[in-house]
């Protein structure tokens, strides 16, 4: 119980699931100290903790707004800006108005130490190097801030070189979670009521390149929670195409617990971006993947990354994106406008492509793929899905995921919680209808 005089804190995360997780470890981490308690939702707080995402100038631009919105609405709390955005660039962020922290990526697990400085001392700007950071933060979390599925991340940080990337400059080197602790912090989520677990990292298909004495690895990985008594899905966070083999395929399609989804980049379908991105694929080789996926899971949801107007892409280099996209069983795709972030190799690049046409490219994809994705969801109409179900749509029915990753709705029902197998019975805007099995 904590004491009449501690302090709330809330929370504000942007970008990935691996920032979901971060924010739940820093929030565990304050927990666990009697001087702070979590702030119940809409109830003001005395500490914000901002956890940033630097993906994209986008993403830098909304912690910046989120920040500036805080300082005004909550003049008295103190500010902690955390993540990506704060590893990049503290200097830039120490600057902003109200900031009290800035806690850097290797520095997570110092946050109640780092705010005690504060109170001592005033602003601290705590943002360690990154490329001596060896070993994994491990905080046992045992439930998730306002989620009804669990989070867990197993490896972090990332050794590819990427020319547009800058995480191995804000996460580090690859580096993986103890298999048993993973084991442990997942039967104790299920204890705790979760149904699904997803499974993340940076790199996740890097799982166990560190741990190559003990013999583990990511298939290995998830059998052994495929154990864990209770688990009724486990799902697969985003993972590039080359750490997918035909164990991994053998293995979702053999389970019916391992939810059908996958997401694989492939941010061009032309081979002379992908070699300037530094991408390790040739196009027809992620094409090869997604056939056989599709082929050997039958309604799997298969979802793909795309970057739009990289230094140098053509119009050729973009129509064989196209046409990558038009032979691909993909059912929904994250399409986005190159980003010069600073610090990366591709900021030197020259012929840079026009906004607008970045725009349009992102337009034209997102259009193709849409209709793909149209096409998916008629063909589950009639199916018996299994959705988990977190909690009313604002629409007067409740909503959630099935496995192969499609938002599903029952019309006029906002009290249905938890996983449930439910009859498909039309499409919505964006999703899918469903009723009750009778």
């Known amino acids: 119980m904590a004491a009449d005089t501690s302090k709330r804190v809330a929370f504000r995360t942007f970008g990935c699931r691996l920032n979901q997780y971060d924010t739940e470890a820093m929030r565990t981490l304050l927990e666990g100290d009697e001087s702070y308690e979590t702030a119940a939702p809409g109830e003001a707080a005395d500490v914000y903790v901002v956890n940033t995402c630097s993906v994209t100038a986008r993403a830098d631009a909304s912690a910046r707004k989120a920040i500036r919105r805080l300082r005004k609405e909550h003049p008295e709390a103190k500010l902690v800006v955390a993540g990506c955005y704060a590893q990049r660039a503290p200097r830039e962020i120490a600057r902003l108005s109200g900031v009290s922290l800035v806690l850097g990526t290797p520095d997570r697990a110092r946050i109640v130490d780092e705010l005690a400085a504060v109170e001592r001392d005033g602003q601290r700007v705590a943002v360690s190097p990154v490329d001596t950071e060896s070993d994994f933060l491990d905080v046992p979390v045992t439930d998730m801030l306002s989620h009804s599925r669990a989070v867990v991340k197993v490896q972090d940080g990332c050794n590819q070189a990427c020319s547009y990337c800058i995480i191995p400059q804000t996460r580090g080197h690859s580096r993986s979670r103890g298999p048993q602790q993973i084991i442990d912090q997942v039967g104790n989520l299920v204890a705790g009521g979760?149904?699904?677990?997803?499974?993340?990292?940076?790199?996740?298909?890097?799982?166990?390149?560190?741990?190559?004495?003990?013999?583990?690895?990511?298939?290995?990985?998830?059998?052994?929670?495929?154990?864990?008594?209770?688990?009724?899905?486990?799902?697969?966070?985003?993972?590039?195409?080359?750490?997918?083999?035909?164990?991994?395929?053998?293995?979702?399609?053999?389970?019916?617990?391992?939810?059908?989804?996958?997401?694989?980049?492939?941010?061009?379908?032309?081979?002379?971006?992908?070699?300037?991105?530094?991408?390790?694929?040739?196009?027809?080789?992620?094409?090869?993947?997604?056939?056989?996926?599709?082929?050997?899971?039958?309604?799997?949801?298969?979802?793909?990354?795309?970057?739009?107007?990289f230094p140098g892409e053509t119009g050729d280099d973009f129509e064989q994106t196209l046409e990558r996209l038009r032979a691909a069983p993909l059912t929904y795709?994250?399409?986005?406008?190159?980003?010069?972030?600073?610090?990366?190799?591709?900021?030197?690049?020259?012929?840079?492509?026009?906004?607008?046409?970045?725009?349009?490219?992102?337009?034209?994809?997102?259009?193709?793929?849409?209709?793909?994705?149209?096409?998916?969801?008629?063909?589950?109409?009639?199916?018996?899905?299994?959705?988990?179900?977190?909690?009313?749509?604002?629409?007067?029915?409740?909503?959630?995921?099935?496995?192969?990753?499609?938002?599903?709705?029952?019309?006029?029902?906002?009290?249905?919680?938890?996983?449930?197998?439910?009859?498909?019975?039309?499409?919505?805007?964006?999703?899918?209808?469903?009723?009750?099995?009778?």
């Not at 599903?408 to 249905?416: D, Q, R, S």
Request: charged share 25%.
């Open 194 to 309: 979760y149904t699904e677990v997803v499974i993340s990292g940076v790199h996740v298909g890097d799982y166990g390149l560190d741990l190559a004495e003990s013999g583990w690895n990511l298939p290995r990985l998830l059998c052994a929670l495929l154990e864990v008594p209770g688990l009724e899905r486990l799902r697969l966070s985003s993972i590039e195409p080359a750490s997918i083999g035909l164990d991994l395929i053998d293995l979702m399609a053999s389970d019916h617990r391992f939810a059908r989804h996958f997401h694989i980049p492939l941010q061009s379908g032309s081979d002379r971006v992908l070699e300037r991105m530094g991408r390790r694929y040739r196009a027809v080789d992620f094409s090869e993947l997604v056939e056989r996926i599709a082929e050997t899971i039958p309604g799997c949801g298969i979802g793909s990354d795309l970057i739009c107007g």
């Open 333 to 438: 795709l994250h399409a986005f406008p190159y980003s010069v972030r600073p610090g990366s190799p591709a900021e030197a690049f020259g012929d840079r492509v026009p906004g607008d046409i970045k725009k349009q490219r992102v337009r034209m994809a997102k259009r193709l793929v849409s209709e793909k994705n149209e096409h998916f969801r008629s063909a589950q109409v009639g199916q018996d899905l299994r959705v988990l179900f977190e909690a009313a749509s604002g629409k007067g029915s409740s909503a959630g995921w099935s496995d192969n990753y499609l938002r599903v709705e029952l019309p006029g029902e906002t009290g249905v919680i938890g996983m449930e197998t439910v009859r498909i019975t039309g499409l919505g805007v964006t999703g899918l209808q469903a009723e009750h099995l009778k």
